[in-house]
Structures are given as structure tokens and as C-alpha cells.
């Protein structure tokens, strides 16, 4: 059973460009949410996406933007990258409205963002 | 605003002694999680709390959960090295939410 599969897990930029990361949920589960981990921090929620709208979105600017497509993957991209746009971008699966045992969250590896 | 603190953020214990880490958030909450995250790596789930007075073990840890007073602690029994990690806690409004995570406790485990 594959667990959350986020691609690629590392990637260096020029300030100014466009990234987009991917992210394969958990087979039977159906929501993406992605974070951004700042070295030495706790994650930031950035956005949630289910039924391929984005269901809640963190303070994050219209910089970051996404995407679900109907086999429940996901897409994060972040135009005009700045220098503090670097960090670990992690992905987490869940099954949306979930009242039986699956109660967590399940993260990928996550991406290692380098912005020069 | 739902906010999370951890307490302490750094900790550097010797092999087995015991300790907890708090966490401690700031408005009512649906559920409590506790992840390890490895250096370089991704987040392991390793409890979800769901209510008052909830207790979970997974051998030397054991978690629990105060809702009244916004707490939930993480204690470590006879720590071993392999324990070396941080720990993060992180609360959810529902199971739907986006989690409010703390700033995370190193734990360092010297033999």
C-alpha cells in the first residue's frame, strides 16, 4: 500500500522563477493538504484541497497556488520565488470527513525548496 | 486565533531517565496529534488524542490529553537513544481542519 508520494524531493531555483511540486495522496484517501517547513520550525498550513476546490487556505500570498485532479493528486505552485520561499514542502493525506480509525494525517517525504 | 506552544523546545536527556514535553494551545480544540520528525525526514504520525482524559502508550511513549486545561503531555520512559528526534504536537478544530502545529522539542538522547 503506497503511502504519499511527493515528487521531486529536491530542487534549487533562481529567485523570480515558478516551481511546481506534486504530491500522489494515500490510496483511499481523497484530501491534500500542503505545509511549508522552514528549517528549525513547525510546519505552516498553506492549503487544502478536496473535490479538486481549495477547502481552506492558510496565510500564505496568491503566489502560492494549487490544484487537484480527479485521481486525487495535487499540484503546489509558487510563482516570483523569493529567497524565503525556501524550505521542506510537505504534502498530507487524509480521507475527508473521516469518523472511523483513520483519524491522522499521512505526510510525505516532502520537497527540499533551495531558492538562490 | 488557535495557537500551540511546546515546552521545553530543546531537551538533552541521558539513557534511561524519564521526562515529558507540553504542549499547550490556546483555544478549544477537536483533536490533539503528536509527530516525530528525524532530521531530513517527513513527520510520523505517533498518537492522535480525541478527548478528555485520553491516554495513549506506544511502548516508551505515552501521551495524554487535558482538554479542560488545554494540555497534553508527552511522557518518555527509560529513554533510549533511538528516541532522538523532535517531537511536534499539533491541534485540529475537526477532522477537517488544517492543524496548528508547535515549534517542535529536540530531543537529544546521549548513551
Known amino acids: 500500500d503506497a503511502g504519499v508520494t511527493q515528487s521531486p524531493t529536491h530542487l534549487i531555483k533562481t529567485r523570480g522563477q515558478q516551481v511546481t511540486l506534486r504530491c500522489s495522496p494515500k490510496s483511499g484517501h481523497d484530501t491534500v493538504s500542503w505545509y511549508q517547513q522552514a528549517l528549525g520550525q513547525g510546519p505552516q498550513f498553506i492549503f487544502q484541497?478536496?473535490?479538486?476546490?481549495?477547502?481552506q487556505r492558510g496565510n500564505f500570498p496568491d503566489r502560492f497556488s494549487g490544484h487537484q485532479f480527479p485521481n486525487y493528486s495535487s499540484e503546489l505552485n509558487v510563482n516570483a520565488l523569493l529567497l524565503g520561499d525556501s524550505a521542506l514542502y510537505l504534502c498530507?493525506?487524509?480521507?475527508?470527513?473521516?469518523?472511523?480509525?483513520?483519524?491522522?494525517?499521512?505526510f510525505g517525504s516532502g520537497t527540499r525548496l533551495t531558492v538562490v | 486565533e488557535l495557537k500551540v506552544e511546546q515546552n521545553p523546545l530543546f531537551l538533552s536527556m541521558q539513557e534511561g531517565k524519564n521526562y515529558t514535553i507540553y504542549c499547550n494551545y490556546s483555544t478549544t480544540s477537536d483533536r490533539l496529534y503528536w509527530y516525530r520528525q528525524d532530521p531530513g525526514k517527513s513527520l510520523e504520525s505517533l498518537f492522535v488524542l480525541l478527548s478528555n482524559g485520553a491516554v495513549k502508550q506506544e511502548g516508551r511513549l505515552m501521551a495524554s490529553l487535558d482538554t479542560k486545561a488545554r494540555l497534553s503531555t508527552l511522557h518518555i520512559t527509560a529513554a533510549v537513544h533511538d528516541l532522538s528526534a523532535t517531537y511536534f504536537c499539533?491541534?485540529?478544530?475537526?477532522?477537517?481542519?488544517?492543524?496548528?502545529w508547535g515549534a517542535g522539542t529536540k530531543l537529544i538522547i546521549k548513551p
Open positions: 498530507a493525506s487524509s480521507l475527508y470527513g473521516s469518523g472511523g480509525p483513520d483519524y491522522g494525517y499521512t
Open positions: 499539533a491541534v485540529s478544530r475537526d477532522s477537517n481542519y488544517q492543524l496548528i
Open positions: 484541497y478536496y473535490e479538486e476546490e481549495e477547502r
